[in-house]
């Protein structure tokens, strides 16, 4: 398996733009998480899925942004509209039952 | 109070010392405990996983376990610098939160 994949790598926009971040998670996992990390806030948990049914989106910053996970092997991040404070690393990670989470290699968001 | 707490660091030791990396969690019924890695600019990496209570070694790093106390901690033997990185704490739970993370730099 080629491992969690996400899109893109790198994603610089300016304010205001609709930003999607995109991930496939591990063939047979049933478990997706969207991380973003900053210096100051370290690694937060935005939103998971089991089964691709969101079961904690407590983390999700504001109502501007938004996650769905259509089937099994995609999932998507939206930021609409985009704000500076919105740079970060943002994660997505997959994991089968209760097992170790398997992390993608992440896309760097730069709002300017 | 916070689900998983590590101290942020950054811990400094020298090449050949023991780094002891240390993490407490709130959850209770948590049965699993990860210990992962980040260098600079990748993603976590899982290093060291623990079930139960006591010692579990693997090569040069041994993962410590009391769930009582719930604290769980990772010591790093023959200290590398190789291994400066940030080490994060995971709980997993069903949520899979993380601690802010311990910045460990080895000193040649």
């Known amino acids: 398996d080629a491992g969690v994949i996400q899109s893109p790598r790198h994603e610089v926009t300016e304010m205001g733009q609709e930003v999607t971040l995109r991930c496939k998670p591990i063939s047979g996992h049933d478990y997706l998480f969207w991380y973003r990390q900053t210096m100051m806030r370290g690694l937060e948990l935005l939103i998971y899925?089991?089964?691709?049914?969101?079961?904690?989106d407590s983390g999700m910053p504001e109502d501007r942004f938004s996650a769905k996970m259509p089937n099994a092997s995609f999932s998507t991040l939206k930021i609409q509209p985009s704000e500076p404070r919105d740079s970060a690393v943002y994660f997505c990670?997959?994991?089968?039952?209760?097992?170790?989470?398997?992390f993608g290699q992440g896309t760097r968001l730069t709002v300017v | 109070q916070k689900e998983v707490e590590q101290n942020s660091g950054p811990l400094s030791v020298p090449e050949g010392a023991i780094a002891s990396l240390n993490c407490t969690y709130s959850?209770?019924?948590?049965?699993?405990f990860f210990w992962y890695r980040q260098y600079s600019g990748k993603s976590p990496e899982l290093i060291m996983s623990i079930y139960s209570n006591g010692d579990k070694e693997d090569g040069r790093f041994t993962a410590q376990l009391n769930k009582a106390s719930q604290y769980v901690s990772l010591l790093i033997r023959d200290s590398q610098p190789s291994d400066s990185a940030t080490y994060l704490c995971a709980v997993p739970a069903q949520n899979f939160v993380f601690g802010p993370g311990t910045r460990l730099s080895v000193l040649p």
């Open positions: 899925f089991n089964n691709n049914v969101p079961i904690d």
């Open positions: 990670a997959s994991r089968r039952d209760l097992g170790e989470a398997f």
């Open positions: 959850d209770r019924v948590s049965q699993s």
